[in-house]
């Protein structure tokens, strides 16, 4: 029986340090009542060992610790916890109550363990401390999804530069839309923006979104992502720096001849001459307008094939 089962809070609240590191037992604590673990002080809190922190039953975390003496854990206790008594333990107002500091010191198998209640109740605080390998390697796609758009606006650049292709591919659009700052999405990179769906580039991403992505991140569209993805508008937005860092390929066999039409003079003008080469005969005939042709430098015009001259229409000879 436990020399403290029969206690008043009173009498557990009064226990001094010697008598919890020295007397009190993991079984002592495990017998305790939710009224007697909830009248411990927040610096008794701290004098628990992870042993006896451990063995705290999930019954006893959520009806016993109070949002207090969680706040005081350390982060060692905080790393101790076991994934059923953050998951199954913890509740989320609990949960809000962690520490920043010992968010961060959480292990990945922790993070993982998160409900999307909680993920939900995470603050921007909480949010922006979680490390890039927490984010990366802990957060499934699942809890990635129930983040809240101002908890992902809160993420560092660091921490969005770390989402797996997974994690990108599983953002909504609204997440896409009202979350991800400009300032994030300039840095994802290649393989993250190649893994976007064509819903989400079309759905979640204005014209001004795609405009903050870096010519580097453009670069790793794909062919289908440009041509079913892509608006008018949003090629219609695009960057000088990001039209020159097209590929011959993303030309030729991504962007529609409606694309093509949708695309600003002075990006017509800054095309490479490699990249007027790529342009298909019907790109050149159907997509060009006058006023784009017109555009194009002497430089652009006698890079023009013979195929390419062939196909344009009387209008775009007399405009160019």
């Known amino acids: 029986m436990s020399n403290y089962s029969a206690e008043t809070t009173a009498v557990i609240a009064a226990l001094t340090e010697q008598e919890i590191k020295g007397v009190l037992t993991t079984s002592d604590l495990v017998s305790f009542t939710t ?3 909830a009248a411990l002080t ?4 701290q004098w628990i060992s992870t042993d006896q922190l451990v063995a705290l039953t999930t019954a006893q975390v959520a009806g ?3 949002t207090t003496q969680v706040a005081a854990l350390s982060t060692t206790q905080a790393q101790a916890l076991t994934t059923a008594q953050i998951a199954q333990g913890f509740t989320t107002t609990q949960f809000a109550a962690l520490t920043t500091q010992d968010v961060a010191a959480l292990i990945t198998a922790q993070v993982a363990a998160f409900t999307t209640d909680q993920v939900v109740a995470l603050t921007t605080a909480q949010a922006n401390a979680l490390t890039t390998s927490q984010v ?5 796609t699942t809890q990635l999804v129930a983040l809240e758009t101002r908890d992902l606006a809160a993420l560092s650049t660091a921490q969005v530069y ?3 292709t997974s994690q990108i591919a599983a953002l909504t659009t609204t997440q896409l839309d009202q979350g991800l700052t400009t300032t994030q999405l300039a840095v994802l990179d290649q393989n993250q923006v190649a893994a976007l769906t064509t819903v989400q580039i079309a759905q979640g991403l204005s014209a001004t979104r ?3 992505l870096s010519a580097t991140g453009v670069s790793g ?3 289908t992502q440009i041509a079913q993805g892509l608006t008018t508008a949003q090629v219609a937005g695009l960057t000088t720096a990001q039209v020159v860092a097209l590929s011959t390929t ?3 066999q991504g962007l529609t001849t409606a694309q093509i039409a949708a695309m600003e003079t002075g990006d017509v003008a800054a095309l490479t001459t490699t990249q007027v080469v790529a342009l298909t005969a019907a790109q050149v005939a159907q997509g060009l307008t006058t006023a784009q042709i017109a555009a194009l430098t002497t430089i652009e015009v006698a890079a023009l094939t013979t195929n390419q001259v062939a196909s344009l229409t009387t209008a775009q000879v007399i405009s160019g």
């Open 210 to 212: 795609i405009a903050a």
């Open 162 to 164: 770390g989402l797996t």
């Open 221 to 223: 569209l794909t062919t």
């Open 64 to 66: 016993g610790l109070t």
């Open 250 to 252: 993303q030309i030729a």
């Open 136 to 140: 990366a390697r802990g957060l499934t």
């Open 42 to 45: 927040a610096t008794q809190i």
């Open 35 to 37: 009224a007697q673990l």
